[in-house]
């Protein structure tokens, strides 16, 4: 049953299967799985067996009753006895054993479906993996399709239960048996007509699900930058209409399933009366213990017809909701792999190339080896002959007409404008990205990758350093110390065991980076990719790094790597061995030495003219980091606030009754809707058990042939459906879409509004799984599992008044079944609820790792870890089985307390029997119940337990409507720090005081409190003492969400959400069309978006690179009112002619307002009024920046670092 073994065995079937064929997936499942699949079948004809012997047991004990005492043999009695022992202990054993060969099938299904899915997103398209997809499928869709293992054995089973009832009830009543098989074949067409549409409406309904997950899976991530920009309201409100619409879409399907639920009822209703007129018209002649017995020995046969019926009827929704969901999965099996060409020798096959024809949509990768790597100088890792690349299949070409071979063992940088396509580039050496004619011939080794937003994983600063490679201690520390990281291990709380947070959430962009590139040098591969990796270093940090990694003596060289670098900073070209510089449109304009470019006029030359020579000191290989120069116990959320435990994915806790998640669910319900609900439900249950009482009534009437009696009969079956269809109608159309709503809101008003630091401990894949699965269950299994228990509630409270009123003898028994039921909860279900909450919360690991993968995805294939990951998610799957596991162990326990009883009498009997039946299922349904409710439970906790950022002892005052009015910003003597105490404070006793206009620029090592002192600012961290003020206004006096939304922001890292141009430039949508327009073309980004489509067009669409993703967020910061505007290091990762456009942009756009710009890159801040340089938390020096230049300290010897000097400003 491990996921490996099952993923091998569906594969192979899946690549044998005929895709033309209908339901393709299906058939694969079945064949792969056979056997596990056919296993419950033998337990259940048991059951079938024994289950059928109960008509025929109950006439002769009925028999035996009327038999005066002087003609009852002892013996038969006895006899009788066993029997009625043998058979129920059957039913029990034989049940607990099919319910456990379907619990095993469920498992094997899931582990075998999540995991293709899992081994398809790691070859999947980018394109394609960017939408999320797999994390829906991996659960809602695989646990939609699990669900319905049952409902298939329940449609062949109950097909034979049907034939067999269908022969006795011949046997009993003669051709009148015939009427209730005809309302059987007329409900099963009705059913079979509307199942057509069921796939359909279920394919739409999962889509919208998909979108709505991946909006907030989108938001989660980047959570920080949301609240920065005071979005989170915005944006919660549009995930909430994600879900409404994803409901409203559910609508659809649910209303099939209400009417198929209510034809299937009709049978069971209906079944029972139908043949009574015919038994009293042929056995009119007999007496009154002889009608009675065959009367009751019919509704017996008709009962166990009705039952099956029903279940085959009720199985056909289900069944044909996971057609649906076998289709999504088919179609995300058949979406295009990423382009894998075959291996060629480059050495040995230059003259063959030449003559060899590729085709145009093949990308070659070319098997270079990896030996001999100290001759590799002569040689070359990668080889570009007139190599066409398109980002995808719908994009225009990028024609390389110059052919270009990278040598080994040298350093290569990529230069070239914004938007140019050297990430593009990139891509297509990884093989990310179609090559559509030419060559591009790739060494086949691993490739060490490290992203332009860096890629880390929720785990320890060690594990994402090794991730998947084995520990080498001494390598390791070399590895640490040569990106600058061992003194920040050792002041870390638990050193490089410290969890570094969701997305790394918890250190700054530098940090990021750092970490990113010491993964990339441990792995010791012989060529390293680097997209634009040192951008967000400042300058002296920066130039450590270069030197102890990239220069002639650094570690890549002593290692023979290639390496290839792309990157902004200009200075590092005159280290490089090889310089490609692309032109606006992603051409190579130049390659070849330094030395050669730099005295040829084009790209190179003039960038060399805009950026003097680094006149610092390039001897810092043998150099230790300065302390706090890049510290991550500084930066993020200090040292003591790391988490030490942000993976644990079962918290032990005491659990919430029952009875408080109940009343939590009904009251998003609505009291008015559950009244009318258990009502409808009450009803019907009367209607169903006065029939029996009213058929009592009716043989011992001396007017047995007074039709008034059958009429009654048919008014009580209507009754029954009117009230059970008036219950579903309830409950799926009415009570689901709001309670399901409420309850999203209330998750998402908890999260939205949940402190930063929440975020930093919290893997976002586990907060993410509290929107996808638990909220599939609250919508899907939640509201069946209600309408299951509750009439089964009611059911066996009516039965236990029948057999008291039928035989009042009979009745002590109940107490014998009540104190089994009482026992099996108390054993059982305290355990059962334990298991399905563990369950639950396993499959949360399972989520963040789907979702860490998509993230990674580029990084994880370029080091050739995608057979790793795999097993480690499979290990994940695996773990995430155990819950359903035990449970199923543990459920065998609920057939055998009740599922022992005898029938006696009458209405006595018949209810003795069912009530056992009853009690015995209700505990089924309830426990399927409480599964579903446990989903209720998480996000009543998650709501109960989770400190909004709001909330606090003081009255806030909302500010003036025009608020700031003048942009005046004042710290005064703040100290802040990210934990509970200001031993580790990242901000200490700083004072700052910005005048209206003033422009503002603060710098400083990294780690020195740049990014902290923003934090304060716009509260997301707290101030220990101090205060910050605004035009006079204390900010702890205002609600932090007016804070933000006040005040203009422009985050590190580019913010965009799945959706429209349009909704990314103005999520609020209070901007008119034109303004977005001027905006956009202010930016230069206009001409762009118009080509492919103008503000409709999604914005994946744009393929923005990493530079024009951060000129679209200055197009929305231009959008929006304020007069204060805070840039965090915006410019970082864009190349020096975007940053000056952007710094125009900024001059002219928000020339009258106050601006606070964070700066590695010191230049964007030399017209600034005012420089301010932090470190460790407090202000170094201020002042103007020619004054700071012009004397020794901090900030001239950053400068210095950036080859900056008094004169050259």
């Known amino acids: 049953?491990?996921?490996?073994?099952?993923?091998?065995?569906?594969?192979?079937?899946?690549?044998?299967?005929?895709?033309?064929?209908?339901?393709?997936?299906?058939?694969?499942?079945?064949?792969?799985?056979?056997?596990?699949?056919?296993?419950?079948?033998?337990?259940?004809?048991?059951?079938?067996?024994?289950?059928?012997?109960?008509?025929?047991?109950?006439?002769?004990?009925?028999?035996?009753?009327?038999?005066?005492?002087?003609?009852?043999?002892?013996?038969?009695?006895?006899?009788?006895?066993?029997?009625?022992?043998?058979?129920?202990?059957?039913?029990?054993?034989?049940?607990?054993?099919?319910?456990?060969?379907?619990?095993?099938?469920?498992?094997?299904?899931?582990?075998?479906?999540?995991?293709?899915?899992?081994?398809?997103?790691?070859?999947?398209?980018l394109n394609e993996a960017k939408s999320s997809a797999a994390l829906t499928l991996a659960s809602s869709d695989v646990d939609r399709i699990g669900l319905t293992v049952e409902s298939g054995h329940e449609i062949w089973a109950s097909s034979i239960e049907t034939i067999l009832a269908r022969v006795?009830?011949?046997?009993?009543?003669?051709?009148?048996?015939?009427?209730?098989?005809?309302?059987?074949?007329?409900?099963?067409?009705?059913?079979?007509?509307?199942?057509?549409?069921?796939?359909?409406?279920?394919?739409?309904?999962?889509?919208?699900?998909?979108?709505?997950?991946?909006?907030?899976?989108?938001?989660?991530?980047?959570?920080?930058?949301?609240?920065?920009?005071?979005?989170?309201?915005?944006?919660?409100?549009?995930?909430?209409?994600?879900?409404?619409?994803?409901?409203?879409?559910?609508?659809?399907?649910?209303?099939?399933?209400?009417?198929?639920?209510?034809?299937?009822?009709?049978?069971?209703?209906?079944?029972?009366?139908?043949?009574?007129?015919?038994?009293?018209?042929?056995?009119?002649?007999?007496?009154?213990?002889?009608?009675?017995?065959?009367?009751?020995?019919?509704?017996?046969?008709?009962?166990?017809?009705?039952?099956?019926?029903?279940?085959?009827?009720?199985?056909?929704?289900?069944?044909?909701?996971?057609?649906?969901?076998?289709?999504?999965?088919?179609?995300?099996?058949?979406?295009?792999?990423?382009?894998?060409?075959?291996?060629?020798?480059?050495?040995?096959?230059?003259?063959?190339?030449?003559?060899?024809?590729?085709?145009?949509?093949?990308?070659?990768?070319?098997?270079?080896?990896?030996?001999?790597?100290?001759?590799?100088?002569?040689?070359?890792?990668?080889?570009?002959?007139?190599?066409?690349?398109?980002?995808?299949?719908?994009s225009h070409p990028i024609h390389h007409k110059h052919n270009?071979?990278?040598?080994?063992?040298?350093?290569?940088?990529?230069?070239?404008?914004?938007?140019?396509?050297?990430?593009?580039?990139?891509?297509?050496?990884?093989?990310?990205?179609?090559?559509?004619?030419?060559?591009?011939?790739?060494?086949?080794?691993?490739?060490?990758?490290?992203?332009?937003?860096?890629?880390?994983?929720?785990?320890?600063?060690?594990?994402?350093?090794?991730?998947?490679?084995?520990?080498?201690?001494?390598?390791?520390?070399?590895?640490?110390?040569?990106?600058?990281?061992?003194?920040?291990?050792?002041?870390?709380?638990?050193?490089?065991?410290?969890?570094?947070?969701?997305?790394?959430?918890?250190?700054?962009?530098?940090?990021?980076?750092?970490?990113?590139?010491?993964?990339?040098?441990?792995?010791?591969?012989p060529l390293v990719v680097l997209d634009d990796t040192l951008s967000a270093l400042d300058a002296r940090t920066e130039r450590v790094i270069f030197d102890r990694l990239l220069s002639k003596t650094g570690l890549f060289q002593q290692l023979g790597s290639t390496v290839i670098l792309v990157t902004h900073s200009v200075q590092h070209l005159r280290s490089a061995d090889n310089i490609i510089a692309l032109d606006s449109k992603g051409r190579v304009e130049q390659h070849g030495s330094f030395t050669e470019l730099s005295g040829q006029e084009g790209p190179v030359r003039?960038?060399?003219?805009?950026?003097?020579?680094?006149?610092?000191?390039?001897?810092?290989?043998?150099?230790?980091?300065?302390?706090?120069?890049?510290?991550?116990?500084?930066?993020?959320?200090?040292?003591?606030?790391?988490?030490?435990?942000?993976?644990?994915?079962?918290?032990?806790?005491?659990?919430?009754?029952?009875?408080?998640?109940?009343?939590?669910?009904?009251k998003s319900i609505g009291w008015y809707r559950a009244s009318i609900f258990f009502l409808t439900s009450l009803v019907y249950v009367v209607c169903t058990s006065f029939t029996q009482i009213w058929v009592q009534w009716w043989t011992e009437s001396k007017n047995r042939g007074d039709g008034s009696f059958v009429g009654v009969y048919f008014a009580l079956a209507v009754g029954a459906i009117v009230n059970y269809s008036s219950s579903i109608w309830c409950m799926m159309i009415t009570i689901v879409p709001i309670s399901a709503a409420k309850l999203h809101w209330q998750l998402l008003d908890s999260v939205i509004h949940a402190p930063v630091s929440f975020f930093s401990s919290v893997d976002s894949g586990i907060t993410l799984h509290r929107f996808s699965q638990d909220m599939s269950l609250i919508n899907s299994r939640l509201p069946v599992s209600t309408m299951q228990a509750t009439p089964m509630a009611f059911q066996a409270l009516a039965q236990i008044a029948l057999i008291t009123v039928g035989s009042t003898y009979l009745a002590i028994a109940i107490p014998l079944c009540l104190g089994a039921t009482w026992t099996l909860q108390r054993f059982y279900l305290r355990t059962s609820r334990q298991l399905r909450l563990l369950d639950l919360e396993l499959k949360s690991p399972l989520s963040s790792s789907i979702s860490e993968t998509l993230e990674g995805l580029p990084t994880i294939r370029a080091f050739g870890w995608q057979e790793k990951f795999e097993r480690r998610n499979q290990e994940r799957l695996d773990a995430s089985q155990l819950g359903a596991l035990a449970i199923l162990l543990v459920s065998l326990a609920t057939q055998l307390p009740g599922s022992t009883s005898g029938g006696r009498l009458g209405v006595?009997?018949?209810?003795?029997?069912?009530?056992?039946?009853?009690?015995?299922?209700?505990?089924?349904?309830?426990?399927?119940?409480?599964?579903?409710?446990?989903?209720?439970?998480?996000?009543?906790?998650?709501?109960e337990t989770t400190v909004s950022e709001e909330a606090s002892p003081r009255s806030l005052t909302p500010p003036p409507e025009n608020w700031p009015a003048r942009g005046a910003v004042e710290f005064r003597?703040?100290?802040?720090?990210?934990?509970?105490?200001?031993?580790?404070?990242?901000?200490?006793?700083?004072?700052?005081?910005?005048?209206?206009?003033?422009?503002?620029?603060?710098?400083?090592?990294?780690?020195?409190?740049?990014?902290?002192?923003?934090?304060?600012?716009?509260?997301?961290?707290?101030?220990?003492?101090?205060?910050?003020?605004?035009?006079?206004?204390?900010?702890?006096?205002?609600?932090?969400?007016?804070?933000?939304?006040?005040?203009?922001?422009?985050?590190?890292?580019?913010?965009?959400?799945?959706?429209?141009?349009?909704?990314?430039?103005?999520?609020?949508?209070?901007?008119?069309?034109?303004?977005?327009?001027?905006?956009?073309?202010?930016?230069?980004?206009?001409e762009h978006v118009q080509k492919r489509g103008g503000l409709d067009t999604d914005i994946d669409i744009l393929a923005l690179s990493h530079g024009q993703q951060q000129l679209f967020c200055l197009a929305r910061a231009m959008l929006r009112p304020g007069t204060i505007l805070v840039l965090d290091e915006a410019t970082s990762n864009v190349d020096w002619g975007t940053d000056e456009v952007m710094q125009r942009v900024i001059r002219e756009e928000f020339a009258n307002k106050t601006i606070i710009t964070v700066a590695h890159r010191l230049r964007t801040i030399l017209d600034s009024d005012l420089v301010v340089v932090l470190g460790e938390g407090r202000i170094l020096e201020a002042g103007h920046p020619g004054e700071l230049l012009a004397s020794p300290g901090h900030f001239r010897e950053l400068c210095s670092a950036q080859g900056i000097t008094f004169e050259s400003i």
């Open 1 to 125: 049953m491990t996921s490996a073994k099952l993923v091998a065995a569906i594969e192979n079937a899946w690549t044998k299967t005929k895709q033309t064929r209908p339901y393709p997936l299906l058939l694969t499942t079945a064949v792969a799985l056979k056997w596990a699949l056919l296993s419950p079948v033998a337990p259940h004809i048991a059951l079938i067996g024994f289950k059928y012997r109960q008509p025929l047991l109950l006439a002769s004990v009925v028999n035996y009753v009327q038999l005066p005492d002087t003609d009852r043999d002892r013996k038969v009695g006895y006899g009788l006895i066993g029997a009625t022992a043998i058979v129920y202990i059957g039913i029990a054993v034989s049940t607990g054993l099919y319910n456990l060969k379907v619990c095993r099938s469920t498992v094997m299904i899931r582990g075998s479906l999540v995991s293709i899915i899992y081994r398809k997103t790691l070859r999947l398209h």
């Open 404 to 525: 270009f071979e990278i040598r080994k063992g040298l350093l290569n940088v990529v230069v070239g404008p914004v938007g140019c396509g050297k990430t593009t580039l990139l891509d297509a050496l990884l093989g990310e990205i179609t090559i559509s004619g030419g060559k591009m011939m790739v060494d086949d080794s691993p490739i060490a990758y490290c992203q332009q937003t860096p890629w880390l994983i929720n785990a320890s600063v060690k594990e994402n350093i090794l991730n998947q490679s084995p520990y080498d201690e001494p390598w390791y520390k070399r590895v640490v110390w040569s990106c600058g990281l061992n003194e920040d291990i050792e002041q870390l709380p638990d050193g490089d065991d410290t969890l570094v947070g969701s997305r790394g959430t918890i250190l700054s962009g530098g940090q990021k980076q750092r970490l990113a590139l010491a993964r990339a040098v441990y792995a010791r591969a």
């Open 908 to 943: 006595a009997m018949l209810n003795i029997l069912g009530f056992s039946q009853s009690l015995s299922q209700f505990i089924f349904f309830y426990t399927d119940l409480e599964t579903s409710l446990q989903a209720v439970s998480r996000v009543k906790e998650f709501v």
């Open 973 to 1086: 003597d703040i100290t802040a720090s990210y934990a509970s105490d200001t031993e580790n404070a990242v901000l200490k006793r700083l004072s700052l005081i910005i005048q209206p206009g003033q422009k503002v620029g603060i710098c400083g090592r990294t780690g020195s409190g740049k990014s902290s002192l923003l934090s304060a600012l716009f509260r997301m961290i707290e101030l220990r003492s101090g205060s910050i003020t605004i035009d006079g206004i204390d900010l702890n006096n205002i609600s932090r969400l007016e804070v933000r939304s006040r005040l203009i922001a422009i985050p590190q890292d580019p913010f965009l959400l799945p959706g429209t141009v349009r909704f990314n430039t103005s999520p609020d949508e209070t901007v008119a069309d034109n303004q977005i327009i001027k905006a956009l073309k202010k930016v230069g980004l206009w």
């Open 606 to 666: 003039r960038l060399l003219a805009d950026c003097p020579p680094d006149k610092s000191s390039a001897e810092t290989n043998s150099l230790e980091p300065a302390s706090g120069s890049g510290s991550l116990s500084q930066a993020g959320a200090g040292a003591n606030a790391l988490p030490r435990a942000a993976t644990i994915t079962c918290v032990k806790r005491k659990p919430i009754s029952d009875a408080a998640v109940l009343m939590y669910y009904l």
């Open 168 to 394: 006795l009830l011949q046997r009993q009543l003669g051709w009148a048996s015939i009427a209730p098989v005809l309302l059987a074949l007329l409900a099963t067409t009705a059913n079979t007509r509307i199942a057509k549409y069921v796939p359909r409406r279920q394919r739409e309904w999962g889509a919208a699900i998909q979108k709505r997950v991946t909006l907030t899976s989108s938001v989660l991530r980047n959570m920080k930058s949301v609240k920065m920009m005071g979005l989170q309201e915005t944006i919660a409100r549009t995930i909430q209409r994600a879900r409404v619409y994803e409901l409203d879409l559910s609508k659809r399907y649910r209303s099939f399933f209400a009417y198929m639920a209510i034809i299937s009822t009709i049978p069971l209703q209906f079944s029972a009366p139908s043949p009574l007129p015919s038994i009293y018209g042929v056995n009119s002649h007999h007496g009154h213990d002889s009608i009675a017995a065959q009367i009751f020995a019919s509704l017996s046969l008709t009962q166990l017809l009705a039952t099956p019926l029903q279940k085959v009827l009720s199985s056909i929704p289900s069944f044909a909701g996971s057609l649906g969901s076998f289709t999504r999965i088919e179609s995300y099996l058949r979406l295009d792999d990423r382009v894998n060409g075959g291996a060629t020798d480059l050495a040995n096959s230059r003259e063959s190339a030449k003559e060899s024809t590729i085709d145009e949509n093949q990308l070659e990768l070319g098997n270079l080896g990896t030996t001999g790597r100290s001759k590799a100088i002569g040689k070359h890792a990668i080889s570009v002959q007139q190599a066409d690349i398109s980002y995808s299949a719908d």
